[in-house]
């Protein structure tokens, strides 16, 4: 039976494969390739690269030096998990291995908005589509800015860009659903209302085009504020409590709720950072650590 099995293989998966391995752990990591960290263009809020780096650099560096220290790493989909005697039971294809703990850092998948998967990506590769205004609202600073979405993730999400451009509007997907008091707060921010459906997506340039029942609208950059799908299914099936939104409920030790199951990055609860991933990631390493230690002393 292997130490660990690592489920995902982005910024808290490598993270905690590296830390694993340099305590000398028995661990395998499965990968089925769809980081969001892979779709970053090139980050400039990840400390330590001054000049930025791309997704794709930053995972390809982290594989190499989990791969250092003998990571094992497979591209291959966990497709099922269940606790047995002493630890838990993954499946891959027809096969099935066992380690004593697992943990979860399989992430989320944002919503997309309704337009095509070219369109879509080549906005996202070039500035005009972002997810993440924490990460990115100072590339907007001053820019002319669309928010995509309503209701209360909507106008938050539209209020937090404010800090960034006084030139800020919010779409609706169809009609607003938006509580008096973030009417209120909108309009005190002079974030302009637009109501849905939104049409026609194209990209010009360095803009963004879309239509809408008040007419065309250009923009610089568009934040889909649709929510996201946290890919927690594994662990709740297996047993361990996520809330209504489907995250992990962890404790400060990255712990869920199943005994010896771990959850770390944006499947957990908390801010959906690449730092915040990796910090989480380290604590449930050294504790899944600690915990092994407890159950068998790691002495070599
Ligand atoms: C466009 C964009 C820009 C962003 N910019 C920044 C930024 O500038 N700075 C920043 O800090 N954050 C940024 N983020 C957020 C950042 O990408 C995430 O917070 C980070 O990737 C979370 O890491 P994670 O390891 O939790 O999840 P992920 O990176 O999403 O990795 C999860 C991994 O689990 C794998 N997986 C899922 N299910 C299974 C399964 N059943 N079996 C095997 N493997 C599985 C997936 O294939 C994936 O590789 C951005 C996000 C997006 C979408």
Known sequence: MDDC???GGGPAGLTAAIYLSRYHLKIRLFDCGSSRAALIPCT?????????????????????????YGTVREAAKVTSL????????????????????????????????????????????????????????????????????????????????RSFTRDVTLIAPDRHDLPPEQIDQLEAAGVVRVEGPATDWRLEQD???????KGPLKFDSLYPALGSHSRSELAVEAGARADP????????????????????????????????????????ATTIRNMLNAERPLWR
């Not at 803009?207 to 029942?213: E, K, N, R």
């Open 44 to 68: 400039h809020n990840h400390a330590g690269y001054p000049d930025g780096i791309s997704g794709l650099d930053l995972l390809a560096a982290m594989r190499a030096q989990a791969e250092q």
């Open 207 to 213: 803009h963004i085009l879309l239509a809408t029942p």
């Open 245 to 284: 939104s489907g995250c992990l409920e962890v404790d400060d030790h990255q712990r869920t709720s199943l005994p010896g199951l771990f959850a770390a990055g944006d499947v957990a609860k908390g801010l959906d950072q690449i730092s915040h991933a990796m910090g989480e990631a380290g604590v449930a």
């Open 82 to 161: 269940r606790p047995i005697e002493g630890g838990f039971a993954a499946r891959i294809g027809d096969r099935e291995v066992r380690a004593r703990s697992v943990l979860l850092a399989t992430g989320v998948i944002n919503h997309r908005p309704p337009m095509p998967d070219d369109v879509h990506d080549a906005a996202l590769a070039n500035g005009q589509i972002r997810y993440c205004p924490v990460c990115d609202g100072y590339e907007v600073t001053d820019k002319r800015v669309a928010v995509y979405g309503t209701g209360e993730h909507g106008a938050r999400e539209a209020l937090f860009v």
């Open 5 to 7: 099995i690592i489920i």
